[in-house]
Structure formats: C-alpha cells, structure tokens
C-alpha cells in the first residue's frame, strides 16, 4: 500500500480526492499497488464530508509520518505550498502539484532537491489542466528540436472572447457572465490581464528548451482592451481574436509573448471556443502536433494531478526524470519580432488605407462596416509597426496577426 496526503481541500483537492475513491480499482490497477489517501490537510472543517475521515491542520503530522510516500499539493499560490513543497521533498516525498505559480517561480530548484533526495516533483496540470502536454514533452517529443510552443492557456479568457463573438457582448459584459457561470474568480486580474497565461507559457517554454525562461521577462498584454467591434470586424476579414502565449526560436534567436491575436481560419486555433485550451508543438522534423482539451475545471485538473500520483507510485526511491536546466534562457527582443497587424478606424476611410500603404509598406486585407473600416497590414517588425502608427491619425486599435510558420 502507498499513502497519499493531499494539501488542500478546495476545488482541485476535492476533485482529487474523488477521483482516487471513484477509480479506486482503476487507479490501483495501473499503479500496480494499493494507493490510499491517509491525510487531507485544510485549516476548515467539513461536517458531514466523507473527508473528515483523513483530516488534519497540521502540516508536521504529514510530514512526519514516514508512510507517505506521495504528496499532492493543491492549495495554490506559493505560501505556504513553497515551503510545503520543499521540505516534503527533503524528507523524501514525491511530491504532484497543479500549482503553476510555484512551478514558473521554482520549478527547476524543486526538481534538483526532488533529483537530490531520489523522489520526483510532477507538475503535469500546472498548465494545461487535463490536457497531457508535459509528458508528451518529456517523451514522445524528445527526437525533435522544438521551434515552436503556442497555446490558448486560459480557459476563462477563451470564453470572454467566444461570448463576445457569438453574443455580441462587450467585454465587460462578457466577463460578468463568465463570472456568474464559476469561470471567472471575482478578482480575474490573473486572467483577463494575461498574467496565468503567461507564467503557463514560461513553464512549457522552459521544457521545450530545456532552460528556464523566467515568467517576468515576458511581455504580456491582456484582453480587456478588445471590443465587440474589433470581434465582429476580425470575423469579416476571417480571422478570430484568441489570447495566445507563444515561444519560437526563429534564426537562432527565441521570441516570447503573451498577446490577444488575430487568428486565420485555417490555424488549428480557430476553432478552439469556449473554456477549452489547445497546445501547439512545431518540431522540425515531426511538424505541428496539438493538444487539445479541458484546461481547467475540477475533474480534468484532479485527473491530470492523479496521473502524477500513478507515476509517481511506480517509481518510488527514484526519480522521474524531467529536463529543465536552472540556466536562464535569454529572449531576444520583440522589436525585430515580423508580423502583421490588425488595424481599426472609425473615420478617414479612404485617408487611413492611403495612409497605411504607406505607414506599413502596404496592406494585404481590408474590410468596411459599421464599425468602420478594418485592415491587416504588410508584415513589419514590431519596432516599426509602433513608430509608424503612432504617425496614423484616426486608428483606435490594433492587434497582431499570428502567422503559422510552415515546415521547408
């Protein structure tokens, strides 16, 4: 038998729970052993939840107790899990997390204490909830160089923007209702302003290239600037707004960011709606693969943490091996970063396109309604995209195109 305790009894740690006692004979099997949960460590109590069986508040009786052999930290944020975390792992606890805070911030120091003490720190729904990228990552990818990670990593602004689109709400209506619906907290800054997206992107990036990209170092820009009539004016040129976090390595050199973008209609991402998230892996030699799925949500993220439990089980007094060097990735600048750009204006019609052929060396697309006249522009870098639109008088907004990079 192998006993489990789960740090956290909120959404993901109650899903947890239930997971292992709904396929208890499923997980069993597959573990090839006997996996119980013996502790559930929360400050509150549950009267009347089948939990109150395995509770406690103290962290020292988990800890202490030499038959845990696994711990599942759920609880979010980084204290007190940090400190949780580690010294679970010192004391010779694999440890499974959901918890991306923690691992953008100290992932490859846990993985070194876990390598250290012959146990494994596991991680596979810190970023896509129960869309299995991690591994795939760490195994079925491995002969390939990665030259590309890009995703739809927020479930919450996916739906804002597939609300607005196929509702005509405005953002800010759209987000009322993603709240009232559970998909949004009732502080959605981490959302909305691209922050959970982009420690997501930072922790995938770090794998792909097998050296940390620190979160912070990534420029990130959010949704709440969208508005209706940049939706409705992206659909009539064919293309659909998505938060994207990206990282590619383009000549040598590695280009991050976390961005709303316009999306063409033959890219994967397309039709990726609603609360759903989608990965896509470019390798150069196997092309584009995608992953697709739940990447949020009680049970696809109890499920994911699960998965990492039963590894973890199979593999006790060693570690699972999992490539992420300490050593700093360096980004190169976005200024030289080429693209195209999504362009709206209200007013000037014929002086806006006259003006933008020029501004931007040309303009591929445009389109005219009642929210004025929409365009997408030659590609340009991105220093010189801002220098010339800042000469371009009657513009309200702007949005980059993502390209899809084709394999020679």
């Known amino acids: 038998m192998i006993n489990i305790a789960i740090l956290g009894y909120g959404t993901v740690g109650s899903g947890v729970f239930e997971v292992i006692r709904t396929n208890q004979e499923i997980i069993d099997r597959n573990a090839k052993d006997e996996l119980r949960i013996k502790y559930v460590l929360d400050l509150r109590n549950f009267p009347g939840d089948p939990v109150e069986e395995v509770l406690t508040h103290d962290f020292e009786t988990i800890l202490q107790d030499a038959e845990v052999k696994i711990v599942v930290e759920v609880m979010g944020g980084l204290k007190p899990a940090y400190d949780f975390v580690k010294r679970a792992l010192q004391n010779g606890k694999s440890v499974c997390t959901s918890n991306k805070e923690l691992v953008a911030a100290h992932g490859p120091e846990l993985l070194r204490i ?15 909830g129960g869309i299995p990228i991690i591994r795939p990552l760490q195994t079925s990818l491995t002969a390939d160089r990665i030259e590309e990670i890009s995703g739809i990593l927020n479930g919450t602004t996916n739906y804002i923007l597939t609300k607005m689109k196929t509702e005509g709400l405005q953002f800010e209506e759209a987000l009322k209702l993603a709240q009232e619906n559970g998909f949004a907290e009732r502080d959605p800054s981490a ?13 995938l990036s770090s794998l792909a290239f097998g050296k940390t990209l620190d979160f912070k170092d990534i420029p990130t820009e959010g949704i709440a600037g969208i508005t209706h009539k940049d939706i409705e004016m992206a659909e009539a040129l064919g293309y659909a707004v998505k938060l994207i976090a990206t990282c590619s390595e383009v000549e040598g050199e590695l280009h991050a960011a976390v961005a709303p973008m316009l999306i063409k209609r033959d890219h994967p991402f397309f039709a990726v709606d609603g609360v759903f998230n989608a990965i896509l892996v470019r390798g150069n030699m196997l092309g584009v693969t995608m992953y697709y799925g739940r990447g949020a949500g009680k049970y696809p993220t109890a499920s994911a943490v699960v998965s990492d439990v039963i590894a973890a089980a199979g593999s006790l007094q060693e570690t699972i091996p999992i490539r992420w060097k300490e050593e700093k990735l360096a980004l190169s600048d976005n200024a030289d970063w080429v693209r195209g750009y999504y362009i709206r204006a209200e007013r ?19 389109v005219e309604g009642e ?5 997408i522009t030659a590609p ?29």
Do not use: W
């Open 371 to 375: 929210a004025g006249i929409g365009l």
């Open 191 to 203: 959302d909305i302003e691209g922050g959970d997206a982009c420690r997501k992107i930072a922790i």
């Open 114 to 128: 876990a390598a250290e003490n012959r146990v494994s720190f596991l991680f596979e729904a810190s970023c896509g």
């Open 348 to 366: 000037n019609v014929e002086e806006i396109v006259s003006q933008a052929k020029k501004l931007f060396g040309g303009v591929e697309r445009t």
């Open 380 to 408: 340009i870098s991105e220093k010189d995209f801002e220098e010339a639109y800042a000469k371009l008088s009657g513009a309200v907004n702007r949005i980059r195109v993502m390209y899809t990079r084709e394999r020679n």
